[in-house]
């Protein structure tokens, strides 16, 4: 069984300062940063290491996370625009081991522009496959609640899934798009 996003009163908790509540909420939303960081990722330690910067700004920042029914989302976004700074850097060929998490105009432009490819790229998915995609992997749920909720059987939604994310894959990596 996949576990479950903190509940919101965690939420609200650590978002009111409970050190508890911030300790509970960063392990609870570690499983799900991960497989997200290891779906964007181009490699293991590098998903590792931005799950880690996305859990150490969720704990540092949580105060300013406005809908407690965002987390997911935020998180996401956060673990993204990681897996993205430390792909632009091995192309750069920079360190990332002495670096300081520090985003420049220009990287939060370049994230802005790769987001907006990303969307454009899962706004091209026929509506069946991109259901099962921001379900999946945007939302988070499990593989039987997204098949539940879409009325599929589980390969069903396994194959749907598999075709978008091939599809948004084969998007990205045109140079035209």
């Known amino acids: 069984m996949e576990a479950e996003w903190p509940r919101e009163?965690?939420?609200?908790?650590?978002?009111g300062g409970d050190a508890s509540a911030i300790a509970a909420l960063v392990s609870g939303s570690h499983p799900h940063v991960q497989r997200f960081a290891r779906s964007l990722c181009a490699s293991p330690e590098d998903a590792e290491d931005s799950a880690q910067e996305a859990l150490i700004i969720l704990y540092r920042k949580i105060g300013s996370l406005r809908a407690t029914g965002a987390l997911a989302s935020w998180m996401f976004r956060i673990?993204?625009?990681?897996?993205?700074?430390?792909a632009r850097r091995a192309l750069r060929g920079d360190d990332l081991?002495?670096?300081?998490?520090?985003?420049?105009a220009e990287d939060d432009a370049l994230d802005r522009l790769e987001a907006l490819r990303v969307a454009a790229a899962i706004a091209e998915l026929p509506a069946d496959q991109r259901r099962v995609l921001i379900m999946r992997d945007i939302q988070g749920c499990s593989g039987r609640a997204v098949a539940d909720a879409l009325g599929l059987s589980t390969a069903a939604m396994k194959s749907?899934?598999?075709?978008?994310?091939?599809?948004v894959r084969a998007f990205l990596d045109d140079p035209a798009s």
Do not use: D, F, P, T
């Open 9 to 15: 009163s965690l939420i609200v908790a650590a978002q």
């Open 79 to 86: 673990v993204r625009n990681e897996c993205l700074r430390r």
């Open 97 to 104: 081991a002495g670096s300081v998490a520090m985003v420049s």
């Open 160 to 167: 749907r899934l598999h075709r978008a994310r091939a599809a």
